[in-house]
């Protein structure tokens, strides 16, 4: 039985600083692919950072590149979201998802085929 748990959201004032964390619970063989998504009240689910596991390269969206930070560790079979410099407009319920096989740092909700429960972020101005 696979399993994706997130953890880490809270409330913070704009400027501010979180970490999310996804605990993947697989039983077998660790994900190829990782990736945080996010959807705020009445908008679609949007991608915000992807991770190739096994060779730890990473793309993100354009609206948190070089202020969210993607990483891992697979000796804990997590994955985190340094999320710095926050603004009120990243408010949204974050999901971690995973996928088997090459995901080509997609940040499309159809690539993946695994998900969280979510966990929210509040950013305040």
């Known amino acids: 039985q696979v399993q994706l748990v997130e953890s880490g959201g809270g409330s913070v004032q704009a400027g501010g600083s979180l970490r999310l964390s996804c605990a993947a619970f697989?039983?077998?063989?660790?994900?190829?692919?990782m990736a945080w998504f996010r959807q705020a009240p009445g908008k679609e689910r949007e991608g915000v950072a992807t991770?190739?596991?096994?060779?730890?390269?990473?793309d993100y969206a354009d609206s948190v590149r070089g202020r969210f930070t993607i990483s891992q560790d697979n000796a804990r079979n997590t994955l985190y979201l340094q999320m710095n410099s926050l603004k009120p407009e990243d408010t949204a319920m974050y999901y971690c998802?995973?996928?088997?096989?090459?995901?080509?740092?997609?940040?499309?909700?159809?690539?993946?085929?695994?998900w969280g429960q979510g966990t929210q972020v509040t950013v305040s101005s």
């Open positions: 697989t039983y077998t063989r660790s994900f190829d692919c």
């Open positions: 998802a995973a996928r088997w096989g090459a995901c080509n740092y997609s940040l499309r909700v159809s690539v993946y085929n695994y």
């Open positions: 991770i190739n596991t096994s060779g730890g390269r990473n």
